[in-house]
């Protein structure tokens, strides 16, 4: 049976530039994306806004990776642009994943450029995916946005996902041809991890480029009636900080609930919010039921939302207090960038990438330093001036990033300037 995708609003954007000479065709995968159903996040955000900036080219065709028959199909422009329209990413839209199996190969040339920004060891087993441009002598861009699963197994839902990720690692130092890393701590700990693998061959370059916060500040967007009552709600319960990421163990929500239980133990009613926003990941359910039976959750002080839309996103940070990002590992750490783009502060945890992503202007502390953490917060809460010179250092130092800035980046440090 042949299927038939629909969008009602999708259109395709004519591509009217060259990158490069011309001559190089570049090959962009967006399976993670055509497997995507829900608000983009994380690495699928990523992928959907380095594709979405490439489509002005009219030399960046787009493929998916067929499992079965282990061969990249091509995508027409139209339906690429479909997959990266908003509202692919809507759950309750009758929409469904293309299906590779029907569309034609893509054919192949030993000039073209792969590349890939997704979920690979997921979408696009990479020696596989090698193995296939291998056949055509085509070259091959991939991306490293963390190493959390081999660096920290103990915050993964299964052994073997540890073990598939540490696979796709050394595969991609067996196979591509460059290698983008996200962040500079996220480019040394690939380079740390292949070094004690102990891989015999010349590795892949590595090359960095920050990632850029997708909100445009320059004026809030209007809420719909369900996101209105949302907002609602929190302002009836007094001023908020706000915590922005997946509920999972590495995030470690658990150092922001229990100083919310110290702060409704000293303050009471005057007691701030703790607003955290986002999904609730494996491993946390425990967590989140113990949070409900806290007197400050009780109190109304401490706030869960999940599915939030980017409007109410932005007001939710346009509204807050300040930020906090205190995770145990990021690759990046994309909500502390957010929060600065709205020139908010952000308190972030002293490891990984969260430095990178702040450009050293924020407070920052070990993610287990109860006492640290606590006494920024309160500091924060009570000293206005100090809060005022703090966002006055945003206002002042942060430069800011779109995804325009790092789209032009990686086609001229990554693309163009590295695959001669």
């Not at 596989?128 to 070259?139: H, N, P, T």
């Not at 900080?241 to 919310?260: A, G, Q, T």
């Amino acid at each position: 049976m042949k299927l038939e995708y629909r969008l009602d609003h999708a259109e395709s954007v004519e591509a009217d530039d060259v990158l490069g000479d011309g001559d190089t065709r570049y090959i962009f995968n967006l399976s993670s994306s055509n497997h995507w159903r829900s608000h983009p996040v994380g690495i699928i955000r990523v992928e959907r806004e380095i594709a979405t900036y490439l489509r002005r080219f009219r030399n960046v065709d787009y493929v998916l990776w067929d499992p079965q028959a282990q061969c990249l199909r091509l995508l027409g422009r139209i339906h690429a642009d479909r997959i990266l329209a908003p509202e692919w990413c809507n759950p309750e839209a009758a929409l469904i994943p293309y299906n590779p199996s029907h569309m034609r190969e893509a054919s192949l040339r030993p000039d073209d450029i792969y590349i890939s920004m997704g979920l690979d060891w997921d979408h696009a087993p990479t020696s596989q995916v090698l193995k296939y441009l291998k056949r055509f002598g085509a070259k091959s861009i991939l991306t490293c946005f963390d190493t959390v699963p081999v660096q920290f197994p103990e915050f993964l839902v299964r052994d073997e996902i540890g073990q598939q990720f540490r696979q796709h690692l050394i595969d991609m130092a067996h196979g591509a041809h460059k290698v983008w890393a996200i962040s500079q701590a996220t480019g040394k700990d690939l380079a740390r991890f292949w070094q004690n693998a102990r891989i015999e061959r010349s590795l892949p370059e590595i090359i960095t480029v920050p990632l850029a916060s997708y909100a445009d500040t320059t004026r809030l967007p209007k809420l719909d009636s369900r996101d209105h009552g949302i907002m609602r709600d929190v302002f009836s319960k007094g001023d908020y900080i706000l915590y922005v990421s997946s509920v999972e163990p590495r995030k470690n929500h658990k150092l922001m609930f229990d100083i919310w239980r110290d702060l409704w133990n000293k303050r009471g009613t005057d007691c701030p919010q703790f607003v955290y926003v986002g999904a609730v990941g494996w491993g946390s359910d425990d967590t989140i039921q113990r949070v409900s039976r806290m007197a400050a959750y009780t109190g109304g002080k401490i706030n869960g939302l999940h599915r939030v839309s980017d409007d109410l996103l932005q007001h939710l940070y346009h509204n807050c207090s300040f930020t906090v990002f205190p995770s145990l590992y990021e690759g990046w750490g994309l909500a502390a960038t957010e929060a600065m783009q709205h020139g908010k502060i952000c308190i972030v945890a002293n490891n990984s990438s969260l430095g990178e992503a702040t450009q050293g202007l924020m407070p920052a502390f070990h993610p287990l330093d109860f006492q640290a953490w606590k006494a920024e917060i309160e500091r924060l809460l009570d000293d206005l001036t100090y809060r005022r010179s703090l966002e006055e250092i945003i206002s002042k130092q942060y430069r800011s990033l779109t995804w325009e800035d790092i789209g032009q980046r990686l086609c001229k440090e990554l693309v163009l300037g590295h695959c001669k």
